[in-house]
């Protein structure tokens, strides 16, 4: 397997976990009153949520469609 398509599956899983951490964030006391109030959630979970899925999507990509065999 290419290296290139490695890097890309260890940056899903991490964006996965990222994800994971930023929902799980959102269920928090805190979080819910201020989504509650205004709407929103807090900008740490915001950014956990983004960043996690931006990863995801960038890793996913990179899994896919990274180079293939150019040897073969």
Known sequence: ???KR???MAILIVGV???CVGISASNSVADQLKHT???RFTQETAWYIFGGLALAVIGLFMGIF???NKNA
């Open 17 to 19: 976990i990222i994800l």
């Open 1 to 3: 397997m290419n290296p």
């Open 6 to 8: 490695i890097l890309g």
């Open 66 to 68: 990274g180079p293939g």
């Open 37 to 39: 109030f205004t709407g």
